[in-house]
């Protein structure tokens, strides 16, 4: 059974910082991308950043480019998102995903195999 368990989630203030940590069941988990998405109330899922399977390879969105910062340690089996200067229209659950390390689009979630149950992230103004 493949878990992905999200952590550090929690209510933060304009401006402050969160880490979230995504915990995984895989084993071969160093050959998987990871991801982050994340769905604020009444939206639709988006893309925040992923990271290839060796760790070398980043991507962000546009909205958090500069202020996020996605890791990972194959030899915990973890993805990190370090999140900085918050804003409120970060609120949201924020969610890991795991898929094959080759995707057509890294930005899409559907091509993502495994998903956590998210944890949330609410930025007070």
């Known amino acids: 059974q493949v878990q992905l368990v999200e952590s550090g989630g929690g209510l933060v203030q304009a401006g402050g910082s969160l880490r979230l940590s995504c915990a995984a069941s895989?084993?071969?988990?160093?050959?998987?991308?990871m991801g982050w998405f994340r769905q604020a109330p009444g939206k639709e899922r988006e893309f925040v950043a992923r990271v290839s399977s060796s760790g070398a390879r980043t991507s962000y969105a546009d909205s958090v480019k500069g202020r996020f910062t996605i890791s990972r340690d194959n030899a915990k089996n973890t993805v990190y998102l370090q999140m900085n200067s918050l804003k409120p229209e970060d609120t949201a659950t924020y969610y890991c995903a795991a898929g094959p390390s080759l995707m057509a689009s890294y930005y899409e979630g559907t091509n993502y195999n495994h998903w956590g149950q998210g944890t949330q992230v609410t930025v007070s103004s």
């Open positions: 895989l084993r071969t988990f160093n050959s998987y991308a």
